[in-house]
């Protein structure tokens, strides 16, 4: 039984219904990968120059936006080298029992002595030029939708992944009996012509030869970046099972604590003691399993589950940047929840940290970086030459019913 005319069919809708999302992620992707630049050159005043000082201690940070920003509540912070971002929500007022009013949800502060040096509601296209890489981003993770764009694009990323197999397998030549007398060909040369481009042919031919070939050589990079978009939206739905099963033990605070009743807005430990607890927690982990601690990286706390995550770069790290190694502390109890390294510890996690270094082109330098930006716009050509391979088709179609 011939199932290629069925698989034909299957890639031809498939990709339709995912073109549109898939111009948007290849565009915005190709932003992304350089996004950091980007955002600093639209928002220079939002970078400290670097220097030899001593930077600031994460406590003395948060110190300083309780003083900046006296009607916030500290959600995260994150420590780069040119400036300490700082997620905060705002407090309850304590006499009407509502949420105080702010216009802003990030502050960014000098590393070196704690300076204002911008506040932004991140990602508010609103706001003009000062959250247009934020707003690239939200769009480029859920179409600026909140969580329904998520949903959207993780089935995309779950279709795009499946579809992958599919697309390649169509690229094989397909399997007929050669006549008595004539001998079959081998394999090879007559799979080899799917990885060429014949530039001398017909503008329909060059097309076709774009999208075959192009896919043909991008495929494995393509399938990477297709299934980590199923890791980042649908974590607990679809990868965490998937991971579990085929690579090994796999773990993520959000997916192994439920959530509490309600959202514990006054932990029994604030985050001074928090930090001191987790810090030392960090160290003493880091020692029993032979890994150095290089830096703090970021410190938040979740409320909806009660924890709070320390986060530091070490030895174990595979990104170029920042870092993932990641203790949980009991936000009520002070105890350690959770060690996660992001290598050499849970394969599903060593392979779940590869994913995300890979996807946000956070390793193997500045030639990998341009190669993801390359690849953005090799989403929206596969996708452009689908569609107008299609067209052609259908036009016949039509033309030959008439």
Known sequence: MNLRPFWVVVHRYAGLAMTVFLVIVGLTGSLLAFYHELDS?????????????????????????????????????????DAVEVWVAPKTNPLDGKPYELDFDQLLL?????????????????????????????????????????????????????????????????????AAAT?????????????????????????????????????LLLLVFAWSSVYMNLSDSVYAPVTRTLVGEYHEPWLDF????????????????AYRIANEQMEQAARAHGVSIEKPVSFRYNAEKGFYVYVARSGADIQDKGGDTRLVLDATTGAQKLLLFPSGQYAGNTVSSWLAALHTANVFGMPYRILVCMLGLAIVMLAVTGVVIWLKKRRARLAKAA
């Open 41 to 81: 050159w639209l928002n220079p005043a939002f970078s400290a120059p670097a220097g030899n000082r001593p930077r600031m201690g994460l406590p003395s940070i948060l110190e300083r936006v309780e003083a900046l920003a006296p009607n916030a509540r500290f959600q995260s912070v994150s420590l780069s080298d």
């Open 258 to 273: 439920p959530d509490l009743d309600k959202p514990l807005e006054n932990p029994a430990i604030a985050w001074r003691d």
């Open 183 to 219: 001998p079959a060909k081998p394999f090879w040369p007559r799979w080899a012509p799917a990885w060429k481009i014949k530039w001398r042919g017909s503008a329909y031919r060059i097309n076709f030869d774009l999208h075959r070939a192009g896919g043909l050589w991008l495929w």
């Open 110 to 178: 000098n590393p070196y002595n704690g300076d204002e040096l911008g506040r932004r509601k991140w990602g508010d296209i609103g706001q003009g030029l000062t959250n247009l890489l934020p707003f690239v981003y939200r769009l480029h993770y859920a179409l600026a939708l909140g969580e329904i764009g998520g949903w959207i694009l993780g089935i995309t990323a779950l279709v795009w992944t499946l579809d992958s197999f599919v697309g390649c397998y169509l690229t094989l030549p397909p399997s007929r009996r050669p």
